[in-house]
């Protein structure tokens, strides 16, 4: 069983930084993905930036230059660092952990989400 659990959402202006934690828990292979993605009222869970454990990492576009991803594989955590941030950041965040690489797809593990809004 894994538990992620998320934390540092909040109520940002627009061209604020908010940073973003999540701490995994349980049975974690040494090989793994997490990532970070958000999900805005009304539409689909998309990716926002993904970190392998052995450091690779993918962006959305709409992200990139703006937010960076960051782990520390000796404690199961996962950061995102959001800078310049729009009211288009507005969403849920998800922190979500795969078995395995790859930067593009969702494992089945997710943490309870927490809040982002970006006010302009």
């Known amino acids: 069983q894994v538990q992620l659990v998320e934390s540092g959402g909040g109520l940002v202006q627009a061209g604020g930084s908010l940073r973003l934690s999540c701490a995994a828990s349980?049975?974690?292979?040494?090989?793994?993905?997490m990532g970070w993605y958000h999900q805005a009222p009304g539409a689909q869970r998309e990716l926002v930036a993904t970190?392998?454990?052995?450091?690779?990492?993918g962006y959305a576009d709409s992200v990139k230059g703006r937010f960076t991803i960051s782990r520390d594989n000796a404690k199961n955590m996962v950061y995102l660092q959001m800078n310049s941030l729009k009211p288009e950041d507005t969403a849920v965040y998800y922190c979500?952990?795969?078995?395995?690489?790859?930067?593009?797809?969702?494992?089945?593990?997710w943490g309870q989400g927490t809040q982002v809004t970006v006010s302009s």
């Open positions: 979500n952990l795969r078995t395995g690489v790859n930067l593009n797809s969702p494992g089945p593990y």
């Open positions: 349980g049975s974690i292979f040494s090989s793994n993905t």
């Open positions: 970190m392998t454990s052995g450091g690779r990492t």
